[in-house]
């Protein structure tokens, strides 16, 4: 039996992620597991930045956020350019858990490092535009590392989208055919 990925990313999140705020969406409609999440910093009262949706931040406070996904990879409605790294896979074999527990290494990585980076952002007057880089050969790295340790696990998670009828649904087609009797 597998497990499902939503869940398994949530309880890894749960126990891995407590430094930075976060949240998972499994939207069915574009058949995605999406991650966001939340650098937050104190920052000079009289400091602003504008984001590329020309959002501006509040006094004293910077919220950086990004987002990371996992999606059905005959999904065209992900466009990969538009996350921090979109990870296709084949929702009928699934993806190893081991790769799951190497992402989100590197997305705590990552995370813990933004603070640092957009401080330094900040501080420094030459740079116009910030953003988060993800590895892929980092991930690789950890990928590899845990397999030579034997801490890869093989088993496979995977993912529904699609949605389950409704107990009411189900007994209409059992007793009538699909027919509802008014």
Known sequence: ??????????????????????????????????????????????QFVQDANAKVNEA???NFEEVVCFYDEANNKIVPKNYLVAVPLNINT???????DAFIKQLNIIASNANGQIREYLTD????????????????????????????LTETLTIEFEEKASLIDQFKEEHDGGMERI
């Open 94 to 100: 699934g993806i190893e858990q081991g790769y799951v």
């Open 60 to 62: 004293g406070q910077l």
């Open 1 to 46: 039996m597998s497990l499902d990925l939503g869940s398994y990313i949530y309880k890894n999140m749960l126990k891995k992620a407590t430094y930075y705020q976060w949240k998972i969406i499994v939207d069915r409609s574009k058949r995605a597991i999406e991650i966001y999440f939340t650098i937050s910093l104190d920052i000079p009262d009289e």
């Open 125 to 152: 007057e030459t740079q116009s535009e910030f953003s988060l880089v993800w590895n892929e050969q980092n991930m690789e790295n950890t990928i590899h590392t845990m397999k030579e340790t034997k801490n890869y």
